[in-house]
């Protein structure tokens, strides 16, 4: 970075002692970041800042402007010549990442081929009803607090939540209905009550669960596993000690049915691994750390809906001076010498320092950079599953239905063979309905409800996906019906649909599978590409389809992880 000496500034007396106290307080020299141009766009900085409250974030080269008092005098002050950051693609952990750059100084712009933010946390109106258009599970509400936190800015001031009583209501072909408490005595004694399965048994399997998260996560979903500095690491070296206790080697499901000897539990438990998009019956047993962001660090919903997350963090990156531009495609990243030099919009190059990629890394090579080398092993891997949407506005009020609704197949085992060696829709799916008008009544009509209806589907390899929906469309209403005792056909007064196709040509997702490559073997987490390229200086990705994977928090943790390297 370029530094100068600024000298001969007029400041107040207020301002100078501001200074000196800054200077102890930090031990070490202030650091006044300013546009190239140098222009005197302070004044109108100076007073953005301070309707703020953020004194600190002026410092007090703009704190002379606001007094009449000045006198001359000789100050040394470095100066620092912001480098621009280009991030492609508005997802959530684009937004997030072009936080965390424009907090450390970076001039930072997001270009978006959608004409709005959030990827597949957006929302849609439809005839008087708000749908959250993508994901509609919150966990980890630290990671979203952090970048308020981070920009000194209070949370609360931004984005509010609640903590959930009832994660999910469990329906079963059977007639069995469990409630998930969110307290783990209640959740441990309802399925006792309701299965047989012993309270101790199920509060043992919820505790596996947190000494997993607690041995992994660091490693696994907080750094990057592909730099040396993580395997040498004190906690590197215990988890290695502990390899065992992973249980890698051994199945989610056949770990699960050993444990509980109980299908139902065992089914229950075995659904967290379509948190990622994943097979229970291949994917690893280390999976079962997905039960402990649920049950025992919780789940919320945030109020106003999923999409208040993209927008509050929307709102937060504008504040910091983050430019965006929606329906800017970017066709190329420019690179020379194995070194970015920007990005290239519509024929223009747009020349930065630093390039994230926020794109699904498949198409981040195949499209963005075509004439480089792609890691075809990594790209190559068996993708996740994909989904199948029915957004349908209810004219109806329903009692036994909650924010988050599951109502099993009777062969689980079946089901995600369909899904993932087949590659076909399975005929008696697994149903997850979201209804978040139950806790955001202005989401639906006073005497209506908003049913967010998906079921898991393989991604897109050519299926004929027209009779794939009519199809399921039947099965879904016919289940539904039948385990709630009523023709919900009757109630649907609006419908749209999101079929692996759409989801991809609206989110670049490879195939249109949710969550990039699947966990269906033990070295999956080593599979993902890396947050960095190893062979082009100051290119970055984050997102769901790179390390640590997808979903809300693990894409949060990717920027993290991208906004920490870019710093050293």
């Known amino acids: 970075m370029l530094l100068l000496s600024l000298s001969f500034c007029f400041f107040s007396k207020e301002s100078i002692q501001y200074l000196e106290m800054l200077n102890k307080r930090l031990r070490s020299p202030i650091t006044i970041k300013i546009n190239l141009s140098i222009k005197l766009k302070f004044k109108r900085l100076v ?31 470095p100066i620092i010549f912001m480098k621009k950051a280009n991030i492609i693609g508005a997802g959530v952990a684009g937004i997030a990442v072009a936080i965390r750059l424009a907090v450390k100084g970076f001039e930072v712009s997001v270009f978006e081929a959608n004409d709005y933010a959030g990827g597949k946390l957006t929302a ?72 047989g399965v012993e309270k101790a048994k199920v509060l043992k399997h919820l505790k596996k669960s947190a000494e997993l998260y607690d041995l992994t996560a660091s490693i696994f979903l907080e750094q990057s596993l592909h730099k040396r500095s993580t395997f040498f690491q004190f906690s590197t070296f215990k988890a290695a000690l502990q390899l065992h206790k992973l249980n890698a080697l051994e199945s989610m499901a056949n770990y699960n049915q050993r444990f509980f000897k109980n299908e139902q539990v065992a089914q229950l438990f075995n659904r967290f691994a379509t948190y990622n998009g994943s097979d229970p019956y291949q994917a690893p047993a280390t999976l079962n750390i997905i039960p402990h962001l649920e049950h025992n660090m919780g789940a919320y919903f945030p109020n106003g809906g999923m999409h208040s997350i993209t927008q509050s963090l929307l709102q937060l990156a504008k504040e910091l001076g983050v430019k965006f531009h929606f329906n800017h495609k970017v066709e190329e990243i420019v690179i020379e010498k194995n070194k970015v030099k ?64 599951i109502f099993f197949s009777q062969n689980y085992k079946e089901e995600f ?116 390229s190893s062979t082009i200086e100051n290119l970055y990705f984050c997102g769901g389809s790179v390390h640590p994977g997808g979903g809300i928090p693990l894409c949060l943790s990717s920027a993290k992880i991208v906004g920490e390297m870019v710093e050293q």
């Open 47 to 77: 007073n953005k800042e301070q309707k703020k409250g953020k004194a600190d974030q002026a410092l007090a080269l703009f704190c002379f402007l606001k007094d009449t008092n000045l006198y001359f005098c000789f100050i040394k002050v």
């Open 124 to 195: 849609f109106h439809q005839e008087g009803y708000r749908f959250d258009a993508g994901p509609s599970l919150f966990t980890l509400p630290q990671l979203v607090n952090d970048l308020f936190i981070l920009a000194g800015r209070h949370p609360k001031e931004y984005f509010q939540y609640q903590k959930l009583e009832t994660i999910c209501h469990y329906f079963y072909e059977d007639g069995t209905r469990i409630k998930g408490y969110a307290d783990t005595e209640k959740f441990a004694q309802e399925l006792e009550t309701q299965t």
């Open 342 to 405: 920007g990005i290239k919009v519509n024929d223009e190059l747009r020349p930065s320092e630093i390039v994230v990629s926020n794109m699904d890394i498949f198409h981040t090579y195949q499209k963005l950079m075509p004439h480089i080398k792609a890691p075809e092993k990594i790209l190559n891997q068996e993708k996740s599953s994909s989904g199948l949407i029915f957004y349908w506005g209810m004219k109806l009020k329903t009692k036994e239905l909650g924010l988050h609704n």
């Open 417 to 532: 063979e369909h899904i993932f060696k087949l590659k076909k829709a399975y005929d008696d799916p697994t149903i997850y309905v979201h209804i978040s008008s139950k806790y955001e009544a202005s989401d639906a009509p006073a005497d209506g409800e908003n049913w967010f209806v998906m079921i898991n589907v393989p991604n897109n390899t050519g299926q004929d996906w027209g009779t794939i929906i009519n199809q399921s469309r039947q099965q879904i209403i016919k289940k539904l019906s039948r385990i709630l005792g009523r023709d919900i056909a009757d109630f649907i007064v609006c419908e749209s649909i999101l079929d692996p196709r759409s989801i991809e040509s609206k989110t670049s997702s490879h195939l249109g599978a949710l969550y990039g490559n699947s966990s269906n073997n033990r070295m999956a987490a080593f599979f993902r590409h890396a947050n960095f």
